[in-house]
């Protein structure tokens, strides 16, 4: 009998083969693992970054509702120098009726 085709060469080959083939797909698992890991950080830091800039969003937006407010605010209190305005020119042009008839 040839020793290099016995069962137990065989089943040795095979193991080897089995073997060798466990530690690639071991190292491919750890590479994949690896990765993985590399994915979830950035991911992370994206999502770290976007609430970020909803924070600076909603601080944009109440400083626009403050704008808003100030320039209503503004609008109002130009509409009454105008009233006051044309109530003056009104009484202007009274009193300038009044001294052309003297």
Do not use: D
């Not at 020793?3 to 590479?31: H, K, Q, W």
Request: net charge negative; no cysteine; charged share 35%.
């Amino acid at each position: 009998m040839n020793e290099g085709n016995s069962p137990s060469v065989t089943r040795e080959r095979s193991y080897s083969r089995v073997e060798s083939e466990l530690s690639e797909i071991e190292s491919e698992l750890s590479e994949i693992e690896s990765q993985l890991t590399e994915v979830e950080s950035e991911l992370s830091e994206v999502e770290s970054q976007l609430t970020e800039i909803e924070s600076q969003l909603t601080e944009v937006e109440s400083q626009l509702t403050e704008i808003e407010s100030q320039l209503t605010e503004i609008e109002s209190e130009l509409s009454e120098i105008e009233s006051q305005l044309t109530e003056v020119e009104s009484q202007l042009s009274e009193i300038e009726s009044e001294l052309t008839r003297f």
